[in-house]
């Protein structure tokens, strides 16, 4: 069992920044392949970017690539999104999820979910 809680989401101006970090419970992090995903209003949930179990291996959407970082540490059981050059069109609630597969961009793959955090960019 894993438990997930998300931090860092606030508003910032198109162009800033955000860190969003995620925290999780349980001796077995480093098992778990770990995904951010998105939702805006209205629209479906949208993976954003994943990383491998020992961080080795990193997949982004194209709309983010070269923006957004994701990173993790084992040993302190935390999974962040670095989100640089913010656009509007990333305003979402953010959720970071935990996978017992290898690497995986697919939702349903996702075993584990935190409760979200917004963020949202104006313009």
Same mark, same amino acid.
């Given at each position: 069992? !894993?438990?997930l !809680?998300? &931090?860092g989401? @606030? #508003?910032?101006? +198109?162009?800033? &920044?955000l860190? #969003?970090s995620c925290? +999780?419970s349980?001796r077995?992090?480093?098992?778990? &392949?770990l @995904?951010?995903?998105?939702?805006a209003?209205?629209?479906?949930r949208?993976?954003? *970017? +994943?990383?491998s179990? &020992?961080?080795g291996v ?5 709309s =983010? ?8 540490d084992? +040993?302190?059981n ?7 050059s ?5 305003? *979402? =609630?953010y959720?970071? *999820?935990a $996978? $017992? =597969?290898? #690497? ?10 935190? /409760?979200?955090? /917004? !963020?949202? =960019?104006?313009?």
């Amino acid at each position: 069992q !894993v438990q997930l !809680v998300e &931090s860092g989401g @606030g #508003l910032v101006q +198109a162009g800033g &920044s955000l860190r #969003l970090s995620c925290g +999780a419970s349980g001796r077995t992090f480093s098992r778990y &392949s770990l @995904g951010w995903f998105r939702q805006a209003p209205g629209k479906e949930r949208e993976f954003v *970017a +994943a990383i491998s179990r &020992s961080g080795g291996v990193r997949n982004y959407v194209d709309s =983010v690539k070269g923006r957004f970082t994701i990173s993790r540490d084992n +040993a302190k059981n935390t999974v962040d999104l670095q989100m640089n050059s913010l656009k509007p069109e990333d305003t *979402a =609630v953010y959720y970071c *999820a935990a $996978a $017992a =597969v290898v #690497l995986t961009n697919r939702d349903y793959d996702y075993d584990y979910w935190g /409760q979200g955090t /917004q !963020v949202t =960019v104006s313009s």
